[in-house]
């Protein structure tokens, strides 16, 4: 009904535009009357982003083009004297290192002066401020909570945008649809800055230097508690993690009872933060934590491996590829509202190739495609000549080599969520991404082969059938995202491979999960 209302209005009213905002500011009261006089709305200001009013009526929350109206009240902005303004909460992982970077490299782009000011012990404000003016063009208010308050900062109006380590959860999207923010499970509504991984850390003082993936889900679990059976000393195991209400903490419980963990051990100890993980490890040759990539510290990484003999570390490109099984996407999450000018810039900012420059320089893993000639892929193809069985011919392999040598990879790939047909959150962004570039017309002229693989469990004509049917569906998704591209320009086509090329044991839901998805290789 309230749609209807708004509806209404807009007919009454051309400048009443679809439910968008600004940044929460309290509640004041505003009348706003069209030019000609004829319409006059008031209410309370719910927020205003330079050029939009968003007002709480008697007919719901609209909004309102400041163009054709007279705002009169105690709430009237200055319009002379415009500042945008945004409030991100969340994550301290993004907050303390990532966002300033991003918005430091942001007012360079825009010729403003940056000044920071700090509020409190977790809050701080960067200003954008016009050098000739010496006038305050925009602000941004960083509070450095954790992902549960960064969403529940959003949900009570108290912030824009949320820095999260994790997926936003069903509560947290049924609450946000109910009071207007829009489906926050939408890919529109979050992106992805950047990307990190979680990481299994000891001291340089432990001889351990790898783990399967199997041994460490039983170790966080308390099925082993002695170094002796890893390789190490007689001696027990402290277990460190991110407390359970960080977004690192969840990404770990959830990425951990994914590989095999029943739980977590009882005595296990808990960080706020990673500098405080990582120093506690650092100091005790006989502690394992998970922790960030990031945030290493003194720390030393642990490969993970199997049975099979695979090792895999956390290498840049390893987790731009996601071939590394525990990488963990740094979102940035949206209402659907209306933000300011200079927000929205700032958005698109963080999408363009100098961001993503910033980001890489900050210690984290950037979203910029790179094509990776077959002859550096050696491992990969080595692995799956000594993975080949009864199940994978040499006619398979050759069949592979054959296609696949003229191409490059895209360090873009695609996975979906266990037991789905739909994509993970970052496949999810890497299939925008894509659609954008094609629209773009970056790879007219090209050809691009979506290549599905699969984990090795079942038999290899049935897993063939499935890889080809997640290609045939992520190059259908991308297209359908696509809508402006010129696809005549470029070809598109699927292939798929099955099981041949592994990059993970198959003795966890990690490795099967590193196996099933779909390339994307081009010349």
């Known amino acids: ?146 992902t549960d308050e960064g969403f529940a900062d959003l949900l009570a109006g108290e912030a824009d945008m949320v820095m999260s380590l994790r997926e936003v959860t069903r509560a947290e999207a049924i609450r946000g649809r109910e009071i207007g923010l829009g489906d926050l499970r939408d890919a529109r509504r979050s992106r992805v800055l950047a990307l990190d991984a979680l990481v299994p850390l000891v001291s340089a003082g432990n001889p351990v230097t790898q783990i399967t993936t199997p041994e460490l889900a039983q170790v966080l679990s308390g099925e082993i508690t002695d170094w002796t059976p890893l390789g190490g000393a007689d001696a027990p195991i402290a277990v460190h993690l991110h407390d359970s209400t960080t977004g690192l903490g969840q990404a770990t419980e959830r990425q951990m009872l994914r590989g095999g963990a029943t739980g977590f051990a009882g005595d296990a100890r808990r960080h706020l933060n990673g500098e405080s993980l990582s120093g506690a490890v650092a100091q005790d040759p006989f502690a394992i934590g998970v922790g960030s990539r990031s945030e290493k510290g003194l720390t030393f990484e642990l490969a993970l491996t199997g049975d099979c003999g695979f090792g895999m570390t ?14 963990a996407p740094m979102f940035l999450y949206l209402p659907a509202r209306r933000l300011p000018k200079m927000m929205r810039e700032f958005l698109a900012f963080t999408r363009e190739p100098a961001a993503q420059l910033v980001v890489r320089r900050a210690g984290f893993v950037d979203q910029l495609p790179e094509e990776i000639a077959i002859d550096d892929q050696g491992d990969r193809f080595a692995n799956a000549v000594l993975r080949a069985g009864e199940d994978v011919s040499l006619e398979d392999l050759q069949r592979m080599v054959r296609l696949l040598s003229p191409l490059k990879r895209l360090t873009t790939t695609f996975r979906f969520e266990p037991g789905s047909t739909r994509l993970d959150a970052q496949s999810r962004a890497n299939v925008e991404s894509l659609a954008r570039a094609l629209e773009s017309g970056f790879y007219d002229g090209r050809q691009l082969v979506f290549v599905g693989f699969s984990d090795g469990e079942g038999p290899a004509s049935a897993n063939q059938k499935i890889a080809l049917r997640r290609a045939d569906t992520v190059k259908e998704a991308v297209i359908r995202m696509a809508e402006t591209a010129q696809l005549d320009r470029m070809s598109l086509e699927t292939e798929a491979f099955g099981e041949a090329m592994p990059m993970a044991c198959d003795d966890s839901e990690w490795g099967r999960r590193a196996n099933r998805r779909v390339e994307i290789w081009m010349r």
């Open 1 to 146: 009904m309230q749609h209807l209302r708004a509806a209404s209005f807009a007919a009454l009213f051309p400048c009443l535009l679809a439910l968008l905002a600004g940044s929460p500011v309290a509640a004041q009261d505003v009348t706003l009357t069209s030019r000609d006089g004829d319409v006059t709305i008031a209410g309370d200001l719910l927020g205003f982003d330079g050029e939009f009013y968003r007002v709480d009526t008697i007919y719901g929350e609209l909004t309102v083009d400041g163009s054709g109206v007279l705002c009169e009240g105690p709430g009237c902005p200055n319009l002379n004297a415009y500042v945008a303004e945004a409030t991100l909460s969340g994550a301290p992982t993004m907050g303390r290192v990532l966002m300033p970077a991003l918005i430091e490299a942001f007012a360079l782009r825009q010729g403003l002066e940056l000044s920071r000011e700090n509020t409190s012990d977790i809050a701080f404000t960067y200003t954008l401020s016009d050098p000739e003016a010496d006038e305050a063009r925009g602000r941004f208010h960083i509070r450095l909570t954790n």
């Open 314 to 327: 956390a290498t840049r490109r390893a987790v731009k590829t996601e071939d590394y099984p525990l990488t």
